[in-house]
């Protein structure tokens, strides 16, 4: 991807090409698509061995996920959702009889994935296995763009190459995992990270350089496209992203129209801001459809700014060891740093490389390092590099400037360590730099044209051994058994019972997740998707959204239980499954109640976990003493006026 220009005098200060011992400021990297699917060809294949190397992708069952928990189930569900009924917007198997309905719980905003998924899931028809699959093809699209949005920063190959690599195997991408697939695969944060860096410049996206040295706006331009399409694609691959760019655009806009007197930077950033933000308004648009023909639903994703502190940027954990580290002396650094009250989202680790050049940066920042060759019309990189880093840290921290956005009705962008990721870029674009400057510092020798390279390389395992350990590595291994037996237990319900058959599932749980309603006893969130993912013709009471007419069950499950069965079979379902994790002594007492107003006995998980009724008898017995008219009235009832 090139989103350069040729040369200007508004370009940052260039560094050296790839020619041995070439002045600091002789060439800019070629444009010959030739030499870049050269390039692309070489990052492609080293990101994709580094990957199959250190997940073992020959020894693991890619038809396992890699977390079968929380989010790792509900990933699955939506990706499952998406192969059976064309897209992830509407499941009728789920949230039964009215089906489950994401508009109120918009993700469109992560569209390109689910396309990406969507394509995969065509040709495999297995979810674990797209999702496997995508995110093992997360790293080489990852290594693509960081490394050609690098290299249009000025910096050479063999830089680039470093940077890239060690950007892709941030700590952060294994630890996101499968079970936030859309913030692992970051590959639009480049990008996003590029325009704010650009935006510095007296001829920033947007606008042109000419002959007489004014910038000005430009639109018929291959530039300009690639402006309007990397922005598009930031809207489209993750609402928090595309947030924290559109924060930084602003900040460094301000800043130039008050420092500098530009106006052309604020322009810039509007612009770019106006294509996310339409991007963004166009993918949740169905949403917005929704909403104005049912009304908004308040039950769903109401946050507080105060949870901007709860999952603040933590800048001790961003410079410390990984968890698990593979010197087990270094790894108790963590440890400590993890006695902290609250250690937010534990994903924000840079690494070593990645650390040392955001110290570096900060030098820079204090005068203490050479930040390139001063110019008047855009600040040097590096001093850009320092200050977006900065600014990036007082937004995320806790009590950071986060709480603006928050106070201005943003409060659903709450998550500000991910921004963890920008910063990661800025750092490590610093790190090439450097080693760009390391190059141009040495002097004439016979082997001198192999130093660079093996310093590359020698960064690069350094670098790779630092970021990456056994604790933190997903493995499907681990949620192999598991996974196998929940399947199994699925499969013999579905054997015992007509297909189609429709399952209330206890306890009640709401959906989505929500603060107020913390899952009973052993039961994490999600967990009653633990069905619906193994099954091919059962339908599931779970799923519906809270606030809607799925909220009858919440109210259902207060009846005693010989009437509770008495509703749920009158409004359709002939099984009923049972958590033993969410309740206490493993549900002896419903079960129990169960058992004696049923008449069933159950079938139970080879773990004990899991216990199914088949209440087709009982189903047969309501019928027959309150005969067809009063199960109708008695439906209409539960689902309309209970409670």
Known sequence: MQLQSPRSPAMPDPVVDDAPGAAASSTAPSTSWRLQVRDGSVVAIASAAITALLMRVWAIPLRAPFLYQRDGIAQIAEVKASIENGWYQFNPRLGWPGGADHHDFPIGTDNLHWVLLKVIGFFTGDAVLAINLYYLLSFVLVALVAFFVTRSLGVSRIAAFVAALLYTFLPYHFLRGTWHLPLAAYFTVPIACLFTIRVWEA????????????????????????????????????????????????????????????????????????????????????????????????????????????????????????????????????????????????????????SLGLLGLFAVLLGLGSSGRPDTRAPPLLLRLGALAVISIVLGV???????????????????????????????????????????????????????????????????????????????????????RDARFVQRIEAAMPSGTAVFQLPYLPYPEAEDSVPPFGMVDYDPLRGYVHSDDLSWSYGGTRGRESDWQAQVVKLPTADMLDAITAVGFRGLWVDRFGYPERAAAIEGELASASGAAPIESEDGRFAFYDLRDHAAQVKARLGASGVRALRDKVLHDVG
């Open 203 to 354: 001829a920033p996206p947007f606008f042109g350089p000419t002959a007489d040295g004014a910038p000005r706006f430009e639109w018929k331009t291959r530039r300009t496209l690639w402006f309007v399409l990397g922005a598009l694609a930031i809207s489209v691959t993750g609402l928090y992203y595309a947030a924290f760019c559109i924060a930084l655009l602003a900040i460094v806009g301000v800043l130039r129209l008050v420092v500098a007197r530009e106006w052309r930077p604020i322009a810039s950033a509007v612009a770019l801001t106006v294509v996310m933000g339409a991007g963004i308004f166009a993918n949740t648009l169905p949403s917005f459809l929704y909403w104005s023909e049912h009304g908004p639903n308040d039950a769903v994703a109401q946050r507080s700014v105060a949870e901007s502190d709860y999952y603040a940027l933590r800048p001790i954990q961003m410079v410390s060891p990984i968890p698990g580290y593979r010197i087990g002396a270094i790894g108790e650094i963590t440890n400590r740093v993890f006695t902290a009250p609250s250690n937010s989202e534990a994903t924000q680790f840079l690494g070593l490389i990645g």
């Open 398 to 484: 806790t009590g950071g400037f986060s709480w603006i956005f928050g106070m201005a009705g943003l409060a659903e962008i709450r998550a500000w360590n991910r921004i963890s990721v920008f910063i990661g870029f800025y750092a490590l674009v610093a790190v090439a730099i450097w080693l760009d400057r390391f190059r141009g510092w040495l002097p004439d020798f016979r082997h001198k044209a192999l130093v660079v390279p093996a310093a590359a390389l020698l960064l690069v395992g350094i670098g790779v051994f630092d970021q990456t350990s056994n604790a933190i590595i997903p493995d499907s291994r681990r949620m192999e058994a598991e996974w196998d």
